[in-house]
């Protein structure tokens, strides 16, 4: 299976909440303490230079301060937002071994409509009640042939992360259920923009 892009999920996320050129980009990365994006600023750089050639972003403006370099600003287009949500929905169903996906998904979560988060976290809770079933089943099958419970360790520490997990992902839909839990006024204000219900 192909690795997502984390980086440039990072800056298609940020990118939809307000238009930023790359410097802003890294220093928002590393205030929010996003630190599943590795190899800045070249990574950064490459992903803008990527996403711009594809179309899913696009310059709006060039700036210079003082005797700086110029900044290219760049915003997201619909096709960039449409991109966004289908690859954080892809990382918020599906499980996976390698954890860091699931960290950079729950942590630009709010891209995603309240509803379309729940959905992909539901379906998220079906695969891993799935998952925690086959290691079960697993388990008992090689102890059933003999197999000592220290060789069955690993797939315990398995199961045992994907129980915790599952346990995890309940807890926040819950709260998304309850309504404890929406981000949509918490985001537009961070983005500058008017809240719903205000003028």
Do not use: C, F
């Amino acid at each position: 299976m192909q690795r997502p892009d984390l980086v440039a999920l990072t800056v298609l996320a940020l990118l939809n909440l307000r238009p930023a050129h790359a410097y802003e980009l890294q220093r928002q990365i590393a205030d929010t303490h996003k630190d599943y994006v590795t190899g800045l600023p070249r990574s950064l750089y490459h992903a803008v230079e990527r996403l711009a050639g594809d179309e899913l972003i696009v310059p709006v403006e060039t700036t210079r301060e003082g005797r700086r370099p110029e900044r290219t600003v760049y915003e997201i287009t619909d096709e960039g937002r449409r991109d966004l949500a289908s690859r954080l929905r892809r990382l918020l169903e599906q499980p996976d071994g390698d954890r860091t996906g699931l960290v950079a998904a729950v942590s630009l979560i709010g891209a995603l409509p309240v509803r379309e988060a729940a959905r992909a976290l539901r379906h998220r809770t079906a695969d891993l009640e799935s998952r925690i079933s086959g290691w079960t089943a697993h388990m008992r099958a090689l102890t059933d042939n003999g197999l000592p419970e220290v060789l069955l360790l690993k797939l315990d520490y398995q199961r045992a992360l994907d129980t915790a997990e599952l346990d995890w992902v309940r807890g926040v839909l819950q709260r998304l259920d309850a309504g404890t839990l929406d981000w949509t006024d918490d985001l537009r204000r961070a983005a500058h923009l008017p809240t719903e219900g205000s003028s």
